[in-house]
């Protein structure tokens, strides 16, 4: 087949210090994207790259005749919408691509939303409440200690170690500072003191579940909140570290293992997700599942140095990298009806 491969493009290396690190934490370093090239080509496509950037729409345009599907990484470039971006382009040019269509794409980065469906079919998900302007009066129901998050960010992009917050003080500096840095509205979440996995979703009717990966906490520094912060997904798992971030399979017993199955594929139905997701979840205090985050474009990176959650699982489960982007890309053709061997 020819395979378009779009994505985005890290230019620097994660870092606190240096805020383009963190205005790229969501985008590809140069190796992830030679290393998913190399592997579609071993898959027997032939590749051609773009970037999603400004010109993206007339490279595809220039290549239509000759593209049967586009592998799409791609997590846009500015906007509350921006994953949608890549895919609404190729829906007007009518180019068959893997992954969710674009309304899925807007609405799974806007956290408050996808919560707000999520509470409307009854798929468990922590309180929450949008702050638009910083002084909104605290609901309630909403209990120390408490969470800010961007709401319209992936890859825990601003959610560092002191987004949590135990006192009214501590919210209200940490509500004023995402809105100014980020230019968006903070959402305020209960912080779940539970154990947290992730899983990771292939194909469609059947979906298949791969084996959860539970995020591994009791290894962090001394003094770190135990949560997937900026911190943590990108300074302390480092193939240079040799802390223990991630446990696949994690252990689980049959009967929460069930629920969190079910909770899973729910939140991919109503959500109406195509293809491929990874879904974040955490315990209660009474160790029920609830949602966190939704991750329509998970992160693949190639190397098994680097504990990409996706490929994890993926491995576990049997397949190669190779025979993961196999599956993603079969499950899309099935979708469009494209004959593959």
Not at 1 to 23: D, G, Q, Y
Not at 42 to 49: A, D
Not at 94 to 109: D, E, F, H, N, R
């Amino acid at each position: 087949m020819n395979i378009v491969f779009t994505f985005n493009v890290r230019h620097v290396k994660p870092s606190l210090k240096n805020k383009k690190s963190i205005e790229e934490a969501e985008f590809d370093t140069p190796e992830t994207i030679r290393g998913i090239a190399r592997s579609l080509k071993k898959l027997g496509h032939r590749v051609f790259l773009i970037e999603a950037d400004e010109n993206s729409y007339l490279k595809f345009k220039k290549l239509k005749s000759k593209i049967d599907l586009v592998f799409n990484i791609a997590e846009g470039i500015s906007g509350s919408d921006r994953e949608a971006q890549i895919p609404a382009m190729l829906e007007m040019l009518k180019i068959p691509y893997i992954g969710s269509k674009p309304l899925t794409q807007a609405i799974c980065l806007n956290k408050a939303l996808t919560k707000k469906i999520l509470i409307l079919h009854h798929v468990p998900t922590p309180k929450f409440q949008l702050f638009k302007i910083g002084n909104e009066k605290l609901k309630k129901d909403l209990k120390f200690p408490l969470i800010i998050k961007p709401n319209y960010e992936g890859s825990s992009k601003g959610i560092f170690q002191n987004s949590f917050v135990k006192t009214e003080k501590e919210l209200r500096k940490k509500i004023k500072e995402v809105i100014k840095n980020f230019n968006q509205p903070a959402l305020v979440e209960e912080f779940l003191e539970g154990r947290e996995f992730t899983v990771g979703l292939i194909e469609n009717n059947p979906v298949e579940i791969l084996p959860p990966v539970e995020l591994n906490f009791s290894e962090l520094p001394q003094k770190f909140i135990p949560m997937d912060s900026y911190e943590v997904k990108w300074l302390v798992d480092n193939p240079k570290n040799k802390i223990k971030t991630v446990i696949c399979p994690a252990e689980i017993k049959k009967n929460l293992w069930r629920k969190i199955k079910e909770i899973c594929l729910k939140t991919k139905e109503v959500l109406e997700i195509l293809d491929w997701c990874r879904i974040d979840l955490r315990l209660d205090k009474k160790g029920n599942p609830n949602v966190l985050e939704i991750n329509q474009i998970p992160g693949i990176i190639p190397d098994p140095k680097e504990n990409s959650r996706f490929p994890l699982a993926a491995r576990v489960a049997g397949y190669s990298f190779e025979e993961m982007l196999d599956k993603i890309i079969k499950a899309a053709c099935r979708r469009y009806k494209i004959y593959v061997s």
